[in-house]
């Protein structure tokens, strides 16, 4: 049974970094074709893809935050990290992590975290 | 970037109604187009892959067509458990874009 948890601050304050764990288990992120995503979602708002990490180390940013953005993974520890520089209230948001199964081409996120709300705010 | 949009953007449906949404791809993705259900409070799960192949344990009366820009996922009798915002995806290039999602309201 694959699980996935977010986890990391519920306030920041703006121009502060941001850094969120996503632990998982039920997978691991070193079998081929493997990732994990980001996506984001604003208060009453849609859905906004982030980050996403594969078993290889690729790793994929949304172009308009790749300069805000890292993302990581600690296969050891069953986790992967993303980071978000220079947090403004804009940011305020529920972020969730996601499984991308392994596939012989491109996948979908089959199975999510429950989310982690976070606040910006002085 | 690829630009995915819904419509409509809401609508009131009754139990027992059968009913479509429609994404539409600013560009050609294949068939690279998922479609989720999200209720308020939870995160979203998938229910459609593949444009049109069934999520394991997502009930039969879900079903998703379409190829290249223009997509639809039809749920044919709506149950109570149905009324939910749906969003759909591609998958076929990055940035990986949801659509804006679309509110199935109880009329």
């Known amino acids: 049974q694959i699980t996935l948890k977010e986890s990391g601050p519920t306030l920041v304050k703006p121009t502060q970094t941001l850094t969120l764990t996503c632990t998982f288990s039920?997978?691991?992120?070193?079998?081929?074709?493997?990732?994990v995503g980001w996506i984001r979602q604003p208060p009453g708002k849609a859905l906004e893809w982030l980050a996403l990490?594969?078993?290889?180390?690729?790793?994929r940013y949304s172009p308009s935050l790749k300069s805000r953005l890292t993302i990581t993974k600690d296969t050891s520890k069953n986790q992967v990290v993303l980071t978000m520089t220079n947090m403004d209230p804009v940011d305020t948001a529920t972020y969730y992590c996601?499984?991308?199964?392994?596939?012989?081409?491109?996948?979908?996120?089959?199975?999510w975290g429950q989310g982690t709300m976070v606040t910006v705010s002085s | 970037a690829i630009r995915m949009t819904q419509s409509p953007s809401s609508f009131s449906a009754s139990t027992g109604d059968r009913v479509t949404i429609t994404c539409r791809a600013s560009?050609?993705?294949?068939?690279?187009l998922a479609w989720y259900q999200q209720k308020p409070g939870k995160a979203p799960k998938l229910l459609i892959y593949?444009?049109?192949t069934l999520q394991s344990g997502v009930p039969s009366r879900f079903s998703g067509s379409g190829s290249g820009t223009d997509f639809t996922l039809t749920i044919s009798c709506l149950q109570s458990e149905d009324f939910a915002t749906y969003y759909c995806?591609?998958?076929?290039?990055?940035?990986?874009?949801f659509g804006q999602g679309t509110k199935v309201e109880i009329k």
């Open positions: 996601a499984h991308s199964p392994s596939s012989t081409g491109p996948s979908a996120f089959d199975i």
């Open positions: 039920g997978f691991s992120l070193s079998t081929s074709g493997v990732g």
């Open positions: 990490i594969y078993w290889n180390d690729d790793k």
């Open positions: 560009q050609g993705i294949s068939s690279y």
């Open positions: 593949a444009a049109s």
């Open positions: 995806q591609q998958y076929y290039s990055y940035p990986r874009a």
